[in-house]
């Protein structure tokens, strides 16, 4: 019997936890037993995930820069990367920007829901935590970023998954290095890291196998914590207008890959599918990055060269999905509370939500730390902070998951478009996690 897909495994396991989920609720010890039994599934398999996250873009950016055979094509990438990523954000932003004001979700708000939603969440730890971490994120000078990406200490930069760009900068100088002592010196290290970097993506395989139970797990958890019914519902419109420019962003991406690369968007889609049913479930761009690395060189085709760049750099930087949201957010959150805004405001958010969504880390609920940052941009009271944040609490969550798949297929449509523009775009070369099982059994 042929094997199902991993794409349909994962799908029925998220359906399944979500039914699981609903079930459990309704019963009066159903939320305990999944918070203990069923939930640290899940949380191992993100553990697992996040386990070899630092050695595989160490080994693969090394692996990548190593066979470069010029330096200035390292720089065509990065250049290249980098002008993609700001422009597809602005784009997000833009989408967002033009449904909400269109739309108008925020007038539809009652002064009853505002005045519940307010009770229920404004001084819930949740909504205060995040407007205390972006108070201290914003603390500090302009140039801060830069600083923040050169780390003192190697060794203290890989033992943090929150430090990837300093990772990335290590490595990245590990790799030119090793280019300009020649080939014959650097051989050892390069043969070291080729064969590490091997090892890493048969971990991923072998942490794959796990993915159908584990997003049961995830899915099962997330439900059984979720908010009211009816506060979901009351923020029905506000959700629609985000999921609908989040979909538009992906109608956006299969476009850009047509266009592009020639390559049929429906196949890139359904190549690139685990990792985003990984990355709704987890909420966690950095947590599917092993995952999103693994499609995208071995399914879709693209050198390492270029995805060894293009996707650690992407899932820190490049985040499309939040920047939409923090577009409509900041504006849905204007109108619902009555606080006007021009023309003007609306070129500040684009401009600030670019520099959040870059600054956002890619854990989950980041996104909503950094529309704080978008809020206080326009001149949004800051005594009404929370009462905002309580608005759009509710609904967080799921957003969060969506935001994220948009996040992480923005980033694999980069790297494919890098890849075709540079030559780099080749054929696929799928790797399965029992290739070599009959040797060692
Ligand atoms: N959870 C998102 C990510 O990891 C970030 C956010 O929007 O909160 O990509």
Known sequence: ???????????????????????????????????????????????????????????????????????????????????????????????????????????????????????????????????????????????????????????????????????????????????????????????????????????????????????FALLAGVVVSSSDPDLL?????????????????????????????????????????PAQLLAFSTSSSAATLPVTMERVEEHIGVDKEVSSFVLPVGATINMDGTSLYQGVAAVFISQALGFDLTFGDQLTIVLTALLASIGSAAVPGAGMVMLVIVLESIGFPGDKLAIGLALIFAVDRPLDMCRTVVNVTGDATVSMVVAKSTGQLGTPNIKEWDDHYEEVK
């Open 233 to 273: 519902l009351a923020l029905l419109k506000y959700s629609g207008v985000v999921v609908g420019g989040l979909l538009l962003m992906i109608v956006f991406y299969a476009t850009v890959v047509g266009t592009f690369t020639k390559k049929n968007p429906f196949w890139f889609l359904k190549e690139i599918s």
């Open 1 to 215: 019997m042929r094997k199902l897909e991993l794409h349909w495994q994962i799908l029925i396991g998220m359906v399944l936890g979500i039914v699981f989920g609903f079930i459990m609720t309704g019963i009066s010890w159903g939320q305990g037993f999944v918070s203990d039994w069923i939930q640290p599934l899940g949380t191992i398999f993100v553990k697992l995930l996040k386990l070899i996250a630092i050695p595989l873009i160490i080994a693969s950016l090394v692996k990548g820069i190593s066979d470069l055979k010029d330096i200035s094509k390292f720089r065509d990438i990065g250049v290249r990367t980098i002008g993609i990523y700001i422009v597809t954000t602005v784009v997000a932003i833009t989408i967002g920007l033009v449904l909400v004001n269109v739309l108008q979700p925020g007038n539809g708000i009652s002064d009853d829901t505002v005045a519940k939603l307010t009770q229920t969440y404004a001084g819930d730890a949740g909504v205060t935590s995040k407007i205390e971490e972006a108070t201290r994120q914003k603390d500090s000078g302009p140039l801060q970023f830069l600083v923040d990406m050169v780390p003192d200490n190697a060794l203290k930069a890989m033992s943090d998954n929150g430090l990837m760009l300093q990772v990335i900068f290590f490595t990245i100088f590990l790799g030119i290095s090793m280019l300009l002592i020649g080939e014959d010196r650097a051989k050892p290290l390069k043969d070291f890291f080729d064969a590490l970097n091997d090892v890493v993506l048969k971990m991923v395989d072998l942490i794959m196998l796990t993915a159908p139970y584990a997003v």
